[in-house]
């Protein structure tokens, strides 16, 4: 690799040379701390160099030769058809600028002999034109403004967030010097020859075909580059500038990238990890390897192979133009199912609910480009992935690391499948899961056995999950309204308004007497899930400890699970039966609750898992 490094002061880096934003260059993303960070080092610098020589007679052109230089840090650039592009380091030099314009304004209004020195390092002639030496095409206005001093409020910040972000940090910059000077014309003098005569930056100029390496290398100081913006970066590097333009290539990937991060900071990065895992893992320990430098195991040999983007324009073309656009559109449409609750897809929200985002994950496997099955295979991968965890979990069977083992199996298994192949492949891989746990050859994925027991192990969340489940099946099967959002009933748990698991077995001797004065048979039936409710935390509070009677009364207008309970519940509601009948369910009031009734109930709430994760 050619390489010429050239080490420059300010007033050289910005004489002759206009420097141009490569279109695979991220904004001007410096916020306050890295600007106030570097006015800090800068200033510490110059005002120790200062108090050695302020009262000095010798001439500040002469005297700034005394002074210590402070090297600034290193900036890329490459040659492309007569134009200097900057690779790295747009960060740094953009802030530059905004100091070169605070010091223009500054040595205008004290009638500095240096105005139009410092004013040359802004801007200057480039053929015909004059142009800003950091020449942000598509920000001209922005910083047109700030070198005209117009109120910050009134420049045009309308292009971006370069725009906006150049006007924020020229007020912080422009505070900080107002205070750093107050009219003190000497220290103002004395602080432009430092700047532009002390301050050292290497720049390196490096062959166009080595700019995505050299890219993903070195960071903007202050600002780490993200895993997104170093892949862009050695992505649209390879192109020619022509055809980036041509088959507006920048605009893709910052839309397709909007998208996503607009749900979340970042989120961009979590659908490239969720993207590769699905379409190159097909192990755990596989899928590992993108968790951190994704962006740069993917241009490993073997993975590559696949992909085809490494040294290969035109991979790279038809991977942005046709992968990159259809899985961040349908990443895109999951997140907004997983966000908001769907009837058409309500198992992606139900899996957000219980965390399973490794939904994300299967349907980026499943789905082909293009996929004429996409929502289909969302539907059903959503909902097999629910169905899986919940019956694992309700007949003791979850473990997380199998399952998660599991998980990338099931992905590879999937990938680019039909979706005639994923149900079974799903049937397959639950069954084997309890096999493994029961040390026995499973056959069918219910079993009262292994669900009898059930309820103490349970995490609490997740036994809010399944009594919202419960509630929402009364409700769709009922015709009636959920009297509580899913949220609420899973999510909300404040001591007021949250909703909490209720032992309908109190701590009393009447109903220790039920099991026969045995503590422990008694503390392993109430906790299961037939001797638990989910109650409101007011409602929760005032039946403690009470008898089965006086909480049967509680019960009424709390959820509708727990109304069946009553005989009131029973009185002229037509649907109600008419549910009853249809799934033939052993509804009934019950009056007095002991071990029979407990069991009752939990055999009922069976029926009713088949029926909901049949």
């Known amino acids: 690799m050619d390489i010429a490094p050239d080490k420059q002061n300010i007033d050289r880096v910005f004489s002759n040379t206009t420097y141009y934003i490569d279109f695979y260059q991220r904004q001007y993303k410096w916020n306050d701390e890295p600007v106030k960070r570097l006015l800090e080092d800068l200033f510490y610098k110059f005002n120790e160099e200062y108090d050695k020589y302020k009262n000095s007679d010798i001439p500040l052109d002469q005297l700034i030769a005394k002074y210590s230089w402070y090297y600034l840090n290193t900036y890329v650039t490459n040659l492309v058809e007569g134009k200097i592009y900057i690779v790295d380091g747009q960060q740094r030099l953009t802030t530059i600028t905004l100091i070169l314009i605070k010091l223009k304004h500054l040595a205008e209004s004290s009638n500095s002999s240096l105005t139009d020195w410092v004013k040359n390092k802004i801007t200057g002639h480039s053929g015909f034109k004059k142009e800003f030496w950091m020449n942000h095409e598509l920000h001209k206005s922005a910083m047109q403004g700030l070198l005209d001093n117009i109120d910050a409020d009134k420049i045009d910040v309308s292009s971006g967030i370069t725009a906006q972000n150049m006007v924020q940090n020229f007020q912080i910059i422009s505070k900080w010097m107002d205070i750093e000077f107050s009219d003190d014309l000497h220290k103002l003098e004395s602080f432009i020859f430092f700047f532009l005569n002390r301050i050292v930056l290497i720049n390196l100029s490096v062959e166009q075909t080595e700019v995505p390496m050299v890219f993903e290398v070195i960071n903007d100081r202050g600002v780490k580059l993200k895993p997104y913006e170093i892949l862009k970066g050695k992505l649209l590097g390879q192109i020619d500038k022509d055809e980036l333009l041509i088959l507006r290539l920048n605009e893709i990937w910052e839309d397709q990238v909007g998208k996503l991060n607009d749900f979340a900071d970042d989120e961009i990065d ?14 755990r320990g596989t899928a590992q390897k993108f968790d951190k430098d994704y962006h740069r195991v993917m241009f490993e040999e073997e993975y590559n192979v ?19 656009i259809y899985y961040t559109n349908l990443y895109k449409k999951v997140l907004d199912f997983y966000e908001t609750f769907d009837e058409k897809q309500p198992y992606v929200f139900y899996n957000k609910l219980t965390d399973m985002s490794t939904q994300f994950l299967l349907i980026l496997s499943a789905c082909n480009i293009n996929d004429p099955e996409e929502d289909e295979k969302i539907y059903l991968i959503s909902r097999q992935l629910d169905r899986m965890f919940c019956l694992l979990q309700l007949q003791r069977s979850y473990n997380s690391n199998p399952f998660g083992t599991s998980i990338f199996k099931l992905s590879a298994e999937i990938r680019n499948q039909p979706i005639a192949n994923i149900e079974a492949t799903f049937n397959k891989a639950l069954i084997q899961q309890l096999s493994d746990v029961r040390g026995v050859n499973v056959e069918s994925v219910f079993s009262y056995g292994n669900f009898k027991d059930t309820g103490i192990e349970l995490e609490k969340r997740f036994k809010r999950y399944f009594f919202a489940r419960i509630e929402k099946f009364i409700a769709d099967n009922t015709n009636m309204n959920m009297k509580h959002t899913l949220y609420d009933l899973i999510q909300n748990t404040g001591w007021k308004n949250g909703f909490h698991i209720e ?17 422990d048979v008694f503390e392993r039936e109430r906790n299961r899930l037939g001797g638990v409710l989910l109650l409101k935390g007011a409602d929760n509070i005032s039946s403690n400890n009470e008898s089965y009677k006086k909480k049967l009364k509680s019960y009424a207008n709390t959820l509708y699970w727990n109304e069946t309970l009553r005989e009131d519940t029973y009185k002229s509601k037509l649907d109600f039966k008419k549910m009853i009948n249809n799934f033939s369910l052993n509804f009934r009031p019950i009056n007095e609750f002991g071990p029979n009734e407990l069991e009752e109930r939990h055999r009922l709430l069976f029926e009713i898992v088949k029926i909901i994760w049949n």
Do not use: M, Q, R, T
């Open 270 to 283: 979590e659908f490239f990890i969720y993207f590769l895992k699905a379409k190159l893992a097909d192990s």
């Open 306 to 324: 696949i992909l085809k983007l490494k040294h290969n324009p035109k991979g790279v073309k038809a991977f942005l133009l046709n992968d990159f």
């Open 503 to 519: 032992h309908i077995l109190s701590y009393n001797d009447e109903n220790y007497a039920l099991f026969n004065n045995d503590e």
